[in-house]
């Protein structure tokens, strides 16, 4: 099996493997659903960008770009396997989505870092927002 690891942009990528990635960060419940195929499917089809980083035909990390594709943008879902960190993955896929970001003129770029990662996306070029405060709005789950 190859050891290189390919970073690309994709429109569509293995459901399958996005969803473990999700799930393995702790960012998606770990109960089965069938309908959560088809939204990761959705998530990477209607992102503004996706980015995967390939070793041979696993996906170990991966994230993505929400845009109007014209002025601004938020980087989310940014996360490496845990057996692929610390080997510079996560950086070179911040580089592949800001890269398209500015292909396409968009200059402002924002993203929400988990507490601890802070230091990462500094190293990227990023720097606290004064004066601002992330909210979320909390919206029952539908059944």
């Known amino acids: ?4 690891i390919e ?4 429109k569509e990528a293995d459901a399958g493997q996005i969803l473990e ?3 393995h960060q702790g ?4 109960d089965e659903n069938p309908q959560d195929l088809e939204t990761v499917k959705g998530i990477v089809a209607n992102s503004f960008c996706f980015a995967i980083a390939k070793q041979g035909e696993r996906i170990i990390g991966m994230g ?3 845009s109007d594709g014209f002025s601004d943008a938020y980087i989310q879902d940014v996360v490496v396997h845990s057996d692929f960190r610390g080997q510079g993955i996560g950086a070179k896929i ?7 970001l500015h ?3 968009i200059q402002w770029i924002g993203l929400i870092s988990e507490p601890g990662q802070e230091e990462f996306y500094v190293k990227l070029g990023f720097s606290q927002m004064k004066n601002y405060t992330p909210m979320l709005l909390d919206m029952p789950k539908e059944k």
């Open 7 to 10: 970073i690309s942009i994709v």
């Open 27 to 30: 960012w998606w419940q770990k």
């Open 64 to 66: 993505r770009c929400i």
């Open 1 to 4: 099996m190859s050891k290189e």
């Open 94 to 100: 911040m580089k592949k989505l800001m890269e398209h």
């Open 103 to 105: 292909t396409h003129k």
């Open 21 to 23: 990635l999700y799930r």
